[in-house]
């Protein structure tokens, strides 16, 4: 499972193909019985080609305000989620300005985040008012809970990414101290 979740971080194609499928899957159902399985493939091709588009541009962009290589970026952030120091003075330095991209990343979504989460707040109060008009509650209830669900995750993934990124700037200059 490890090798899998390595390959996924370091390779774009694995996560173009995974995004690819789960496009399918959520694409497929939501179709009119009438539409040819074609149309399926040619929009879950087109998600994800944007999808991973924005990839791509956000990894470069990383690289460009890093100095490191695209491709170095997944290690990198590899070991901030394991909480790895690297021992190399120049990976230290460029993990310090990866650290310091994503926390000011972070804190200029803090400003949208209110915004969102209650977007998505007023969309699931709109389904359930819609649920409750047309008299069909059990569809509406099941999108409220997981737009709910979805909320409560972004904050605990949020919250999570916060406490890695600054656990690591907290070693990060621990290390520099250690070895000044």
């Not at 789960?22 to 999808?51: C, K, N, Q």
């Amino acid at each position: 499972m490890s090798a899998l979740k390595r390959r996924l971080d370091s390779s774009l194609t694995a996560q173009a193909v995974l995004a690819f499928l789960m496009a399918l899957a959520i694409t497929a159902p939501f179709s009119r019985p009438d539409e040819h399985p074609a149309s399926w493939l040619l929009r879950s091709a087109l998600y994800t080609a944007v999808g991973v588009a924005v990839m791509v541009v956000q990894r470069r962009r990383i690289s460009r305000a890093t100095g490191a290589d695209p491709r170095r970026l997944a290690d990198l952030d590899r070991k901030i989620r394991h909480r790895e120091v690297p021992s190399d003075p120049e990976e230290r330095a460029v993990m310090r300005r990866l650290v310091a991209e994503h926390l000011r990343r972070m804190e200029r979504g803090d400003r949208w985040l209110p915004y969102s989460l209650g977007l998505m707040g007023l969309i699931a109060v709109g389904v359930l008012v819609l649920g409750a008009v047309t008299g069909s509650l059990s569809l509406p209830v099941f999108c409220a809970v997981l737009m709910i669900g979805m909320c409560c995750w972004i904050l605990w993934m949020r919250r999570r990414s916060l406490d890695r990124c600054r656990h690591m700037q907290a070693a990060l200059r621990e290390q520099d101290e250690r070895v000044s």
